[in-house]
């Protein structure tokens, strides 16, 4: 009998469903405005990969490779960015768009405080942002999530116990 292995678009979407709560929860509450909290959603992506890649190899009782294990870690990550991708145009365009503002308001805020630009240089840069914020959003989701799911797959890939069968072995 075949164990049944569950899809990586399946964890993917497990995963962005908890990341979404935690999201909605943070923003409701005002705990986005603390950055230390910002790190807890690459350490939670990372966490779940693990887990994923693990359970992975558990299904497949061990008969994986290296690559095997990182590609289904990596299709999760895939899954998961599509829809937190979808998540943020929603969020920023219908639940929260004060989102967008409050983020331009930090960013004015952290340009005055350098004191090299000028009112004028800080007024037109923010407007630019205005315009490409959430272009700019979308793109530091891909990259983000990318690169913390190439971590959590390669350490989750690294973790998960390999016992590869080769073909003349079945």
Same mark, same amino acid.
Request: hydrophobic share 55%; with cysteine.
């Given at each position: 009998m075949e164990n049944k292995i569950t899809q990586p678009w399946m964890k993917g979407l497990i995963i962005s469903l908890v990341l979404i709560a935690l999201s909605i929860i943070f923003q409701l509450t005002g705990l986005s405005k603390i950055?230390?909290?910002?790190?807890?959603?690459?350490?939670?992506? *990372?966490?779940?990969?693990?887990? =994923?890649?693990i359970g992975y190899g558990k299904e497949m009782s061990g008969n =994986? /490779? @290296?690559?095997? =294990? @990182?590609?289904?870690? @990596? !299709?999760a990550t895939a899954?998961? $960015?599509? *829809? %937190? =991708?979808?998540? $943020?145009?929603?969020?920023?365009? %219908?639940? %929260? #768009? +004060?989102?967008?503002?409050?983020?331009?308001?930090?960013?004015?805020? +952290?340009?005055? !405080?350098?004191? /090299?630009?000028?009112?004028?240089?800080?007024d037109k840069g923010i407007e630019m942002t205005r315009k490409f914020f959430? #272009? @700019?959003?979308?793109?530091?989701?891909l990259i983000g999530f990318a690169f *913390?799911?190439?971590?959590?797959?390669?350490?989750?890939?690294?973790? $998960? !116990?390999?016992?590869p069968k080769t073909p003349f072995e079945q």
């Open positions: 950055k230390s909290l910002q790190w807890l959603q690459s350490v939670l992506i *990372i966490g779940a990969l693990i887990w =994923v890649c =994986v /490779t @290296f690559g095997n =294990v @990182f590609a289904h870690g @990596f !299709k899954a998961m $960015t599509v *829809i %937190f =991708v979808i998540y $943020t145009v929603i969020a920023f365009k %219908f639940l %929260f #768009p +004060e989102m967008a503002d409050q983020a331009l308001a930090e960013a004015r805020i +952290e340009m005055e !405080k350098n004191n /090299t630009l000028s009112e004028n240089e800080i959430l #272009p @700019f959003a979308i793109g530091g989701i *913390i799911g190439a971590i959590g797959s390669l350490l989750g890939a690294a973790f $998960t !116990k390999k016992n």
